[in-house]
């Protein structure tokens, strides 16, 4: 079984440009969850999506940040326009519609970004 | 959510076990104690959660004292693999409530 896939694995661009991160979670998961550590900090939570619905996205830093989930399938998170202070790795998690408390995550290896 | 506190970092033998601490000591009834950990370059990666039995699968072991306020991941053979941040987690909600913090850096040695 494929697991959860996230592109690029890492992207390094300017200030001011826009960047687009996809993340293909595992096929059958209607959760789908981003999480990002910046430069120094703790691994924070961003959103998730209950298929194509966003259920929470308490943790988006502010309007710059737009996530997608077309179809139910995979996601995209547009950054735009980057600042420096959006440097850090972003993870992507899928799990399947459980709850709590069996509901386990499956992250991918997470797309290391670098605004210059 | 109630708060852990986990050691900052711990060494441990390679072939022995590791023993993980982590304190929740505002822990609530309905809050289950997970455990991942993040090997180096690698997304976090789910070990195990308990509510208040002990339990055990093919990775480790968790051990939650009586009253809750605290739990052991045990990792009964260390390999140099398992090198990797643990983190503790309490949780009563789907993943989207899953909060790290600084979690136990674990070095298995030689």
């Known amino acids: 079984e494929a697991g959860v896939t996230q592109f690029p694995s890492h992207s390094v661009i300017e200030k001011g440009q826009t960047v687009t991160l996809r993340c293909d979670p595992i096929?059958?998961?209607?959760?789908l969850y981003w999480y990002r550590r910046v430069m120094g900090k703790e691994i924070k939570f961003l959103l998730h999506?209950?298929?194509?619905?966003?259920?929470?996205e308490s943790g988006m830093p502010n309007n710059r940040f737009l996530a997608e989930r077309t179809g139910g399938t995979y996601s995209t998170l547009k950054v735009q326009p980057a600042e420096l202070e959006d440097s850090g790795v972003y993870f992507c998690a899928s799990s399947k519609l459980t709850g709590p408390p069996d509901e386990k995550l499956f992250f991918g290896s997470g797309t290391q970004l670098s605004v210059l | 959510d109630a708060k852990t506190t986990q050691p900052p970092s711990m060494d441990c033998a390679e072939g022995r076990a590791a023993n993980l601490p982590c304190n929740h000591s505002t822990i609530s009834g309905n809050e289950y104690v997970y455990w991942y950990r993040q090997i180096h370059s690698q997304g976090p990666q789910y070990i195990i959660h308990g509510l208040k039995n002990n339990e055990t699968n093919e990775m480790a072991s968790l051990i939650i004292t009586e009253d809750r306020k605290s739990s052991t991941l045990i990792l009964p053979h260390a390999t140099l693999r398992d090198t990797a941040v643990y983190y503790c987690?309490?949780?009563?909600?789907?993943?989207?409530?899953?909060?790290f913090g600084g979690g136990t850096r674990l070095m298995v040695k030689p």
């Open positions: 987690i309490v949780n009563n909600n789907a993943g989207n409530m899953l909060t």
């Open positions: 999506f209950v298929k194509e619905s966003k259920q929470d």
């Open positions: 096929s059958g998961h209607d959760n």
